[in-house]
């Protein structure tokens, strides 16, 4: 996907309820380059070796790179091009690792006519939609 592709849903558009998602496959390489990206280098993030001695056996991933999938969702899907992310928050339930597909998604729980505002329900979701990873609620301004 790129710039071109980005959708352009006005206030308007958008109806409680809407829903837009995609999928990611969560790479070794994507977690190596976010964690330089980010500065956060911590090895339960950087390295397996370090890890497999950790509660959860492996790397996993950065929740913030998981927050940054959310700000895809705002910024090419749901608004898309007019959307302005002024707040969110994330709840993280269960790790994610290299290797897991994540279904990133996002539904419109409320619309503020006053001052064209939407709030989207975020989920980070297994592929078979039996395990919430991470969860949250954002707030986005729609500029048209």
Same mark, same amino acid.
């Not at 959310?70 to 290797?99: D, K, N, V, W």
């Not at 939407?118 to 939609?129: H, K, M, N, P, Y």
């Given at each position: 996907?790129?710039? %071109?592709?980005? *959708? &352009?849903?006005? !206030?308007? %558009? ?5 829903? *837009?998602?995609?999928?990611? $496959?969560?790479?070794? $390489? ?7 990206? @980010? ?10 070796? !370090?890890? &497999?001695?950790?509660?959860? #056996? +492996? ?7 998981? #927050? ?6 705002? #910024?090419? !899907?749901?608004?898309? %091009?007019? #959307?302005?992310?002024? @707040? %969110?928050?994330?709840?993280? +339930?269960?790790?994610?690792? $290299? ?14 006519? $006053?001052?064209? *505002? ?16 991470? @969860?949250?609620? *954002? ?6």
């Amino acid at each position: 996907m790129n710039s %071109e592709d980005c *959708a &352009r849903l006005t !206030y308007g %558009e958008i109806t409680l309820g809407q829903e *837009a998602s995609f999928s990611v $496959a969560i790479t070794d $390489a994507m977690m190596d380059d976010f964690g330089r990206a @980010s500065g956060n280098l911590s090895p339960l993030h950087m390295d397996e070796e !370090y890890s &497999r001695k950790t509660p959860f #056996g +492996h790397r996993i991933v950065h929740g913030m790179m998981i #927050g940054s999938l959310f700000s895809r969702l705002f #910024g090419m !899907y749901l608004p898309g %091009e007019y #959307g302005l992310c002024l @707040s %969110e928050t994330l709840q993280f +339930h269960l790790p994610i690792f $290299a290797g897991d597909t994540v279904i990133i998604r996002g539904v419109v729980t409320h619309k503020t006519d $006053a001052n064209h *505002a939407i709030v989207l329900r975020t989920t980070a979701e297994s592929e078979d939609g039996k395990r919430i990873f991470v @969860s949250g609620d *954002a707030l986005i301004k729609v500029l048209k």
